[in-house]
């Protein structure tokens, strides 16, 4: 089966959910407020209004070799200020959805959400520290944490996050929410 047919998510093929992404946006108008809002948009080499636009044009591979959808941050601030009230945060998740199935998702990506899950399962809340030496213990590269060491070191500064061990643990309260999720997964 080629990558195109793919079965992801729902059970839908990669064509499937093209479909429904071009569905989502066909009303875009570009006015521009979602890039005007996104906080993300100068780090990415298409704004979101440009994507837009480029998937009503087909232009789907050059979408996906771009950073932009990839560096969204999930705020839902575009769907919110969008005057056509088109969802937008969940088409790029769509797109995020398509790029797996194409094979061309980062791995350090999901990697990285599923050592946040996990610390967020067994604290109730994200334990940065702890966070941080996971996901660089699971990505194997020794040098990954020296990129990432002038911006602790301007966190701890700033005190947004600190080498110590909190003063509290987490009881496992968030066990059950993850176990239904687990269970609800394995029905779809």
């Known amino acids: 089966m080629s990558e195109e047919k793919r079965e992801i998510a729902e059970g839908h093929t990669a064509e499937d959910l093209m479909a429904s992404i071009r569905e989502n946006i066909r009303a875009c108008m570009q006015c521009g407020t979602c890039t005007g809002s996104c906080g993300s948009a100068f780090a990415m080499d298409l704004t979101p209004r440009q994507m837009w636009r480029m998937i009503q044009l087909g232009l789907v591979d050059e979408i996906l070799a771009s950073r932009t959808f990839s560096l969204c941050s999930s705020c839902y601030y575009c769907t919110l200020r969008c005057p056509r009230g088109l969802p937008l945060t969940e ?5 995020k959805q398509l790029a797996v199935a194409k094979g061309l998702a980062e791995k350090k990506g999901a990697r990285f959400y599923q050592t946040f899950l996990e610390t967020v399962r067994r604290y109730g809340r994200v334990r940065e520290m702890e966070l941080m030496a996971r996901y660089f213990l ?5 040098v990954l944490p020296l990129r990432f060491t002038p911006l602790g ?4 500064m700033k005190g947004k996050v600190s080498p110590e061990m909190p003063k509290f643990f987490g009881s496992g309260k ?10 609800l997964e394995a029905r779809s």
């Open 91 to 95: 088409t790029i998740h769509a797109l």
């Open 138 to 142: 699971i990505m194997k590269s020794p």
């Open 153 to 156: 070191m301007r966190l701890m």
């Open 174 to 183: 968030l066990d059950a929410i993850f176990r239904k999720v687990k269970e």
